[in-house]
């Protein structure tokens, strides 16, 4: 390999995934030159559609962990702990306010399984070990996100010509034999509202479903809201079933 053009060395370690960069530097001095070069970080920027021009290189150029990290906000699940399965059992209104498991303002009685009462989780919709399920009255939860925790400089650049594009996608199903409804939005630090899903109901049935959505912003803080519940009021644990709700950002500069 080390005996191909520069460039396309440069191109195929732009793709090796982040939590590999180290073990593969290793390999030799070329490798680790290349894996740590300032071309190397923008093509692989540039490979998952987020902004890499001068601007951003500015707050992050001469600062390792500050690229990583702006790498990963651009690649990862805003989400935490999105099936809530780190506490595999029930949850009730009484955890309401921000707890360890990322999840606040949890509302209804929420419950952890695995697929009851609907078909397997689809190959599409990802990994997953559970899904979440909500009952007969409205189970809500939230999570707040802020951008600048990996982009300090990240309120400066939106007051330029700069926006966020953010990118929404869950998995939903009901029960066999109940019908549920499920609703998600967005709510900004200035109490504004992006609704992502609104009263999508589901009749009774088995079948999963995937919602999805695009946005612009230069908004961001903002807190990610989810409810669901049955439509018939059945006594236990009824209603939508979620899975691996996604957020994903990018930002972007002018109309890109």
Known sequence: MNDLPLEIITKVMSYIPIECVAEVASTCKLWNSILN????????????????????????LFDKAAMIKYYK?????????????????????????PNE??????????KIEKHVGCN???????????????SYMACEREQDINLAQWLPDIEKLL??????KISWK?????????????DAE?????????????????DAGKNWTSLSKRISTKNFKFSYYEMGKDRQFWAGHYG??????????????GDM
């Open 101 to 110: 498991l990322n999840w606040s303002n949890v509302t209804g009685d929420w």
């Open 170 to 182: 869950v998995w939903i199903a009901p029960r066999y034999d109940c019908k549920s409804s499920y």
């Open 120 to 134: 397997e989780f689809p190959v599409e919709a990802g990994p997953a070990k559970a899904n979440t399920v909500t």
């Open 240 to 253: 939508v079933k979620i899975l691996n709700p996604k957020l994903t950002v990018k930002l972007v500069k």
């Open 73 to 97: 906000m651009c690649t990862r699940n805003l989400l935490r702990n999105i099936n809530m399965d780190k506490d595999i059992g029930s949850w009730s209104g009484e955890n309401t306010g």
């Open 159 to 164: 007051k330029d010509d700069f926006q966020l």
């Open 186 to 202: 967005l709510i900004f630090e200035d109490n504004s509202e992006i609704v992502l899903a609104e009263d999508f109901h589901l």
């Open 37 to 60: 070069d300032t071309v190397t970080w923008i093509q692989r920027l540039e490979n998952i559609g987020t902004y890499a021009g001068p601007e951003i290189l500015h707050h992050v």
